[in-house]
């Protein structure tokens, strides 16, 4: 047996192998001790290797999806190796086999995959000459449930960028090459030799079934051919079927999509909110999808804002059909419809894998047989002839054939699992009709049969019985055994009962169980054959998947514009922002009442200072733009009372920073790195967030660097920029550069404190209202005031005066024995003042003042 198992352990190579063991899937050596830590199992012992004893841990095959998950949600690939011969029949060990291989990206069961967010499996090449990069970057990535097969080659540097909107569970390179990536997730190495071009380029060639890859419009992207390649021939590894539904190549351009980097990404909060949880985000805030693959649709749409307003526009005039094209419970009446849909891409592919469940095409049957009346709803509409719909609309029409094969082949309420039986539906074969008869006989000739029994035996409680372990038997009690006849032959005995079996029982029994045997190896063999036929819709499938995907993400949108009062924007091809009366799309939903603020920038105001106090909304309100600026490229409505958005290439948002610990950079070197990426790559084309750049750094550092950046972006990038700052030496930057405005939030002082009126409004704030701030956050009263004279002493010593360059000298006094005078006495007020006589006890407080007395002399 371990000789088998060495065997295939061999062929699992690093996969975990689970080594399937009567009802038990078992663990061995290395995989035993890694599956007990990381599942919690006992970890026992199973014989002696050279003397040890070999480490063993298993799982009930019943519960093994669960353990499953925990694997791959950790990282871990799998190779399940299964009994595939007949134990009763085996001569020695039985046959087995590995059946399944299952990694974190290459994933397609229901069970283990999230709903409303794709798993994809990439693969990185980056060609090295002399040990340094040489030339573009090739990736390759696929999401193995829907099928689409995507790669780029891009610039070494934006990689990291890439790999942040596609998110991939799994990433795949050439040993001895390393990739730093912002996200974990889990790394499988493979031979170089897998990513050499002409063995990419024929393994691409071998699937596609076609002579050369030109029809793919790939150009000149060949180290992204060497990743799609190698990435291909990994997935075909761990499929134990054909990938027929992968059936295309998409090779992704520069300058294709709004770029952001993984630092905007977090900050804009658009599928994970900056603590790591799921909500509040914007794509939380949007979902109102009833599919998960419109969930999905949506959620890819909000990392892959579109440069092209082309498409765009087509998108905003669907979102404009749903709210204007019918009455406005038309879109509700639709959206109930979509919401008995199943999970028609998952499906599909399952299909094409012949993985697919009995109840999904069950739930696939009944979509399709509705299908006809959602496509009335759809047609209802009165659409614009730039919208998306009518091309969706003929993308759901499917002929009839396909639902009326799945209506007379599939039960009304099939059995979970085909080895469960009742999966065909009856009337579909004439054989499996009459087996299934067969079988179902066995009640009316068990009920016979005990009460014939009962007559001959004179036994009242006999029972005729059936189970899985024993078949069929006739049960008789302990006291009532001395009265059965002597042909009942003794199969078991129990504590209180006899159970026999009789000749003619037994030959019925045989009958029987023959019929089931056949009975379901007739209804697999039949499931296979529909599957057959089901393969080649495939492609017709995941066409109307992809429509019903974009009609439910479209209606979402609308849904939302609707509710909320957004409006659609306009979008121009200059660069330039105009938003009037915006609003933040997740923080108006959190809070009572929300302030709506203008924005306008372009080339001749370009970067707006951005000042107020602590708390005042400063952040909230750069944000806000950004995201506004975001929707807008993804075809959504915005909160706005109105908006014109120009072209944009990449957004940047500098906000805030972190120790990177494990790499050795402290908050301050990590906010200079993110400073310089912006200032490397921005144009007059990139919508710039900076907040508080050089905080982490002397006064003085910290502004000279702030002021350098900010003339930077001004003058030489000329990107539209938000640079909120404390920094107030900034505000100067208006009068020497035309095209930098100063805007602030506002504040106001009341009897009971500041008060936050979150306006922004032109010009410089006056103050930064820290200390009141400080107040509110509970510091204590006492190093409140003292807080509040040394700021008066602070702003006396260093009033800013004009200036000839950035900064002037500060003012001195010649005489040196004043200055030491004055400081003397300041001290001494401060000591004075911090004293708290109702502190002191009286020998402290007379203490006090013999200490004061000597001071002054």
Not at 453 to 466: H, K, Q
């Amino acid at each position: 047996m371990m000789r088998q198992f060495f065997q295939l352990k061999e062929e699992a190579g690093d996969l975990m192998l689970f080594y399937r063991m009567g009802d038990f899937y078992e663990l061995f050596y290395d995989d035993a001790e890694r599956g007990a830590r990381l599942l919690g199992l006992t970890l026992t012992q199973r014989g002696t290797s050279n003397g040890a004893p070999i480490p063993m841990a298993g799982v009930p095959v019943h519960a093994f999806e669960q353990y499953l998950a925990k694997l791959l949600a950790a990282g871990e690939s799998v190779a399940v190796g299964e009994q595939i011969g007949d134990p009763a029949t085996s001569k020695g060990p039985v046959e087995r086999k590995i059946v399944r291989i299952v990694t974190p990206g290459t994933l397609t069961d229901a069970a283990l995959l999230p709903s409303k967010s794709d798993r994809c499996l990439a693969a990185w090449w980056q060609p090295v000459r002399q040990g340094r990069p040489n030339g573009d970057a090739g990736l390759a990535w696929l999401n193995l449930a829907s099928g689409e097969f995507t790669l780029t080659q891009c610039h070494p540097d934006l990689v990291s960028t890439t790999l942040s909107r596609i998110d991939p569970a799994e990433m795949i390179a050439a040993e001895g090459h390393s990739l730093e990536l912002s996200r974990p997730c889990a790394i499988a190495t493979v031979p170089v030799w897998h990513f050499e071009l002409n063995n990419a380029r024929e393994q691409l060639l071998a699937h596609f079934k076609v002579d050369s890859l030109d029809g793919f419009d790939l150009g000149d992207q060949e180290t992204a051919v060497c990743a799609a390649g190698a990435l291909l021939r990994y997935v075909l590894r761990t499929q134990s079927q054909s990938l027929s539904h992968i059936n295309t190549l998409q090779a992704e351009r520069p300058g294709q999509f709004v770029i952001m980097d993984p630092a905007t990404r977090r900050n804009l909060e658009l599928t994970e909110t900056i603590s790591g949880q799921d909500s509040p985000t914007l794509f939380s805030l949007l979902d109102h999808c009833v599919t998960p693959m419109g969930s999905r649709l949506l959620r890819r749409w909000l990392h892959h804002p579109l440069r092209d307003s082309s498409e765009v526009l087509k998108r905003q005039a669907t979102v404009r059909t749903w709210l204007e094209g019918a009455p406005p419970d038309s879109l509700d009446a639709l959206i109930r419809s979509m919401s008995h849909w199943p999970d028609l891409e998952r499906i599909s592919t399952r299909i094409a894998l012949r993985t697919v469940r009995p109840r999904e095409l069950a739930s696939l049957r009944d979509a399709l047989v509705g299908l006809p009346a959602l496509v009335s709803q759809l047609t209802a509409y009165q659409c614009s002839a730039d919208s998306h719909l009518p091309a969706l609309i003929a993308d759901l029409c499917l002929d009839d054939a396909l639902a009326n094969t799945l209506s007379r082949a599939i039960a009304v309420e099939p059995a979970v699992q085909l080895r469960d039986g009742g999966v065909m539906a009856d009337g579909y074969d004439a054989e499996l009709d009459e087996l299934r008869e067969l079988a179902a006989d066995q009640g009316t000739f068990l009920v016979k049969l005990e009460q014939q029994e009962r007559d001959s035996t004179g036994i009242a409680n006999l029972r005729v019985e059936y189970n899985r372990v024993h078949g069929f038997y006739i049960e008789v009690t302990r006291g009532q055994s001395d009265k059965v006849p002597e042909h009942y032959r003794r199969r078991q005995t129990l504590k209180n009962a006899e159970r026999y079996i009789t000749p003619e029982l037994k030959e019925w029994e045989d009958k029987i169980l023959s019929a089931r045997e056949r009975s379901l190896a007739r209804e697999k063999w039949l499931y296979e054959g529909l599957l057959d036929s089901l393969v080649e819709r495939t492609r017709a499938l995941t066409r109307a998947a992809s429509a019903m995907a974009q009609i439910d993400s479209l209606c979402a949108l609308a849904l939302h514009a609707r509710r909320h009062d957004w409006v659609a924007p306009e979008l121009v091809d200059s660069p330039g922002i105009e938003i009037q009366a915006g609003r933040h799309p997740t923080v108006e939903h959190t809070i009572e009442r929300f302030t709506p603020n203008d924005c306008r920038m372009d080339p001749t105001r370009s970067l707006l200072i951005v000042t107020g106090p602590n708390m005042g909304g400063k952040s909230t309100y750069m944000r806000q733009v950004a995201l506004i600026t975001l929707l807008a490229r993804t075809g959504s409505y915005v909160p706005a009372r109105r908006a014109v958005i120009g072209s944009i290439d990449r957004i940047f948002t500098r906000i805030g920073a972190a120790d990177d610990l494990a790499g050795g950079r402290s908050t301050f070197m990590m906010e200079m790195t993110e400073a310089a990426a912006i200032l490397a790559a921005s144009t007059s084309h990139s919508l710039v967030i900076m907040d508080e750049i050089g905080r982490g750094t002397s006064t003085y550092d910290g502004l000279a660097l702030a002021w350098a950046i900010a003339n930077r972006l001004l003058s030489h990038n000329r990107a539209l920029t938000l640079f909120a700052t404390h920094y107030f030496e900034l505000t100067r930057l208006p009068s020497e550069n035309p095209c930098s405005a100063n805007v602030h939030l506002a504040a106001a002082d009341s009897a009971r404190g500041i008060v936050f009126l979150h306006e922004v409004r032109d010009g410089p704030a006056s103050r930064s209202y820290g200390i009141e701030v400080a107040k509110r956050a509970g510091i204590p009263a006492s190093v409140i005031r003292h807080a509040a004279r040394e700021l008066e002493r602070l702003e006396a010593q260093g009033a800013p005066s004009p200036q000839l360059g950035l900064f002037a000298p500060p003012e001195t006094d010649t005489s040196e024995q004043a200055r030491e005078s004055l400081q003397a006495y300041e001290d001494l007020v401060r000591e004075i003042a911090d004293i708290d006589p109702d502190s002191l006890t009286p020998r402290q407080a007379l203490d006090a003042l013999y200490q004061l007395r000597q001071r002054l002399q």
